[in-house]
């Protein structure tokens, strides 16, 4: 087991870009796959980018494509998201969330984060 921590949420204009943070604990972080899910107001969670243990690849909905993206630093216990060309449809709580291996699927993930809120505004 692992808990996350995110960080970095906010309220942000249009066009900007914001930078989530998740931290983890435990010893064993670079084994984890970390992925980020966000859920708007009335939808269900969805995938938006993850990355395996070793940072070698990284998988991207098509959504956030060119705009997104993951990262990570093992030595920190940490995985970041970086959002550029934020857009108000990525508005939505953002859910950091660590499995066993890299997947879209929210059942492969067996740690989750509390979220944290970006709102993009007009």
């Known amino acids: 087991q692992v808990q996350l921590v995110e960080s970095g949420g906010g309220l942000v204009q249009a066009g900007g870009s914001l930078r989530l943070s998740c931290a983890a604990s435990g010893r064993t972080f670079s084994s984890y796959a970390m992925a980020w899910f966000r859920q708007a107001p009335g939808k269900e969670r969805e995938f938006v980018i993850a990355i395996t243990g070793t940072g070698s690849i990284t998988y991207y909905a098509d959504s956030v494509k060119g705009r997104f993206t993951i990262s990570r630093d093992n030595a920190k216990n940490s995985v970041y998201l970086q959002m550029n060309r934020l857009q108000l449809e990525d508005t939505a709580v953002y859910y950091c969330?660590?499995?066993?291996?890299?997947?879209?699927?929210?059942?492969?993930?067996?740690?989750w984060g509390q979220g944290t809120q970006v709102t993009v505004s007009s």
């Open positions: 969330a660590a499995g066993s291996m890299i997947s879209s699927r929210r059942s492969s993930y067996d740690n």
